[in-house]
T-cell receptor, first 117, second 118 residues
Framework: AQSVTQPDIHITVSEGASLELRCNYS??????LFWYVQSPGQGLQLLLK??????LVQGIKGFEAEFKRSQSSFNLRKPSVHWSDAAEYFC???????????????FGGGTRVLVKP | GAGVSQSPSNKVTEKGKDVELRCDPI?????LYWYRQSLGQGLEFLIY????????KSGLPSDRFSAERTGGSVSTLTIQRTQQEDSAVYLC????????????????FGEGSRLTVL
């Protein structure tokens, strides 16, 4: 069964500082990996996704993530955080299209990011 | 429509009542998903539709929960005899599903229906 762990429930970072959110997954083959962001009262917005190819993936809002197969990780990073980045971030894993009868995503528990002025 | 639309956005009900939550996916998206997000929790998968059929209902927590999808579009999630533990935000998502014989991976989410059971 697939699973996702986000070890950090809360992270507080100063505006302008760098941010890294950890994500570890368990999946029996090459997974599809996603990061979503949820602002207060909003639905989930896709930040970036990894299907194959280059293991460093660029997303929206200046975010990037790196797939490391050997560590079963897909950590999200941003070099300089803005106050508007305060939100909850979810990592998710899904089966590749050629394997899945449906692309059900399994989500981690989320990391809430607080940004200090 | 432009995005996934869910209604109602907020629902307060009394324990024991039935509720219906509606999801209108992005036009042309054949796959539709329901998730539940409880306070302080991650997203819990409930059910997946491909067209009008539901190949995966494994996440429905009890037989009080059911969902249907008609015309390959709108879906309704029904919770019968609601309990306080059903209080959560119910999120609907859609994706292209099968495209050129392959499934696409990106899910687009609605803003959710917040259910409060008193």
């Amino acid at each position: 069964a697939q699973s996702v762990t986000q070890p950090d429930i809360h992270i507080t970072v100063s505006e302008g500082a760098s941010l890294e959110l950890r994500c570890n997954y368990s999946y029996g083959a090459t997974p599809y990996l996603f990061w979503y962001v949820q602002s207060p009262g909003q639905g989930l917005q896709l930040l970036l996704k990894y299907f194959s190819g280059d293991t460093l993936v660029q997303g929206i809002k200046g975010f990037e993530a790196e797939f490391k197969r050997s560590q079963s990780s897909f950590n999200l990073r941003k070099p300089s955080v803005h106050w508007s980045d305060a939100a909850e971030y979810f990592c998710a894993v899904g089966a590749p299209p050629e394997r899945a009868a449906g692309n059900k995503l399994t989500f981690g528990g989320g990391t809430r990011v607080l940004v200090k002025p | 429509g432009a995005g996934v639309s869910q209604s109602p956005s907020n629902k307060v009900t009394e324990k024991g009542k039935d509720v219906e939550l509606r999801c209108d996916p992005i036009s042309g998206h054949t796959a539709l998903y329901w998730y539940r997000q409880s306070l302080g929790q991650g997203l819990e998968f409930l059910i997946y539709f491909q067209g009008n059929s539901a190949p995966d209902k494994s996440g429905l927590p009890s037989d009080r929960f059911s969902a249907e999808r008609t015309g390959g579009s709108v879906s309704t999630l029904t919770i019968q005899r609601t309990q306080q533990e059903d209080s959560a935000v119910y999120l609907c998502a859609s994706s292209l599903g099968l495209a050129g014989g392959r499934l696409t991976g990106e899910l687009f989410f609605g803003e959710g229906s917040r259910l409060t059971v008193l």
